[in-house]
């Protein structure tokens, strides 16, 4: 072993590459170990629902790491790897084969898991979606479907039924919460978005939770509504949620509370430890708070992993989201307060509006339909505490970036 640092990351999503990456842009010399449980070079996961589902990409066509992989950045790749524990006493990881990997530093980017709902367990004919093979088998069923039942509408379940249903696929989503998508937007907007549904043909059954799933003598699957409703389809897809990835942290005895907690340098309670992404609760304007989406995950991830090769930077990126549902693309940055001091809405075309929360002068949140641009000035308002002005505003000749000249 040489006198270099060594910096062993665990999970090959956006975040435990986002971590190795900063760390060899930070310590040209470390010698850095990423270790994924999946056997393939990490993909980009944002197609596998939407891109990949109607037939115009591939799952592994998106390397996170650039096409030379993670191995052109130096990094060592140890692929098809479990970690069972971390010795904390002797500085090493185990791996599910037995081998122990020490570290002088290690980062934890081991993502989420799914909500499974006992009623649904993965099968034939029963999908949950996660990884490239699941995007792939889901894929494969769809082509050869007439009718698929949702169950969620959130953001997996609602880009699979836009997929399904851009493939001619009939198509219903489940939602138990009276809205779609209210864990990521407004009122205004899911109710928007939901009509873009409708318009397409899916049916949305909001307010409903499941009683009973049956199978049919003909194969298909039906699912009985808490309301009395019958609804039987070729194949189902469950969207319900995630839960953090937090258990080798918690089996460690790091502080944990649904989601390892970190502080905003991504330190966990152990110093040689940091953690980001999906797997950690950060330090909110309102409290620690879990953040799952792709952005965070990446940026997250290099902060997690600059601090560990010797850096000090403090993490300070507003929450975003994006999806693309039919013609919409649907973007959201900022941090929604219980109580916006003030609502605004710019309508920018048939076909695209946009949403502000204000923080009294300020931006707190900002909700977008193919309006990119003005989003990205958006994030920068807010990130940056500039004031803004109510009438530009509403006003959509008034680029949003102009506002940026504003004095803070
Ligand atoms: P999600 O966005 O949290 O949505 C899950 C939805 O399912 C929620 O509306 C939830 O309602 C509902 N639900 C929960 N239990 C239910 C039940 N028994 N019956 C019917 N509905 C139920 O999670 P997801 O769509 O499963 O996505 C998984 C993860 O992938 C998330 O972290 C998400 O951010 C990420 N993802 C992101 C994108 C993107 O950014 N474009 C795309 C796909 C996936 P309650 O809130 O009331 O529980």
Known sequence: MTDARRIVIVGGGPAGVGAALA????????????????????????????????GKAKPHDAPVAGRGGVAAHKVAFQRGTRVRAIDRAARAVV?????????????????SINRMLPMFPPGPSLYYLRTAEEALALKAHLDRSR??????GGLIGLEVAASAAELGVKTTVIEIAPRILARVCD??????????????????????????????A????????????????????????VAPDDALAKAAGLAVQDGILVDEHCHTSDPAIFAAGDCTR???PNGPVRLENWRHAQEHGAIAGRNAAGGEAAYNTAPSFWSEQYDMYIQGVGWPGAQPSARISRQIGPNAMMLF???????ACAMGINAQRDIAAARRLIERRVPVDIADLTDPAKPLAAMLKAKV
């Open 282 to 284: 950060i330090p909110g």
């Open 218 to 241: 003909d194969g298909r699957r039906a699912v009985t509504t808490k309301a009395g409703d019958t609804f039987a389809a070729d194949l189902i897809v469950v969207g319900t949620g």
């Open 357 to 363: 929360d204000l923080d009294g002068a300020r931006l």
């Open 147 to 152: 009718s698929l039942l949702v169950i969620g």
């Open 95 to 111: 791996t599910e084969s037995g081998e122990r990997i020490p570290y002088d530093a290690l980062v934890l980017a081991s993502g």
């Open 23 to 54: 760390a060899r842009a930070q310590d040209a010399s470390a010698e850095i170990v990423l270790i994924s449980d999946e056997a393939c070079e990490p993909y980009e996961k944002p197609p596998l629902s939407k891109a990949v589902l109607i």
């Open 187 to 216: 009122e205004e907007t899911s109710a928007l978005i939901h009509r873009r549904h409708l318009a397409h043909g899916v049916d949305l059954r909001i307010g409903t939770a499941i009683a009973t799933l049956t199978l049919l």
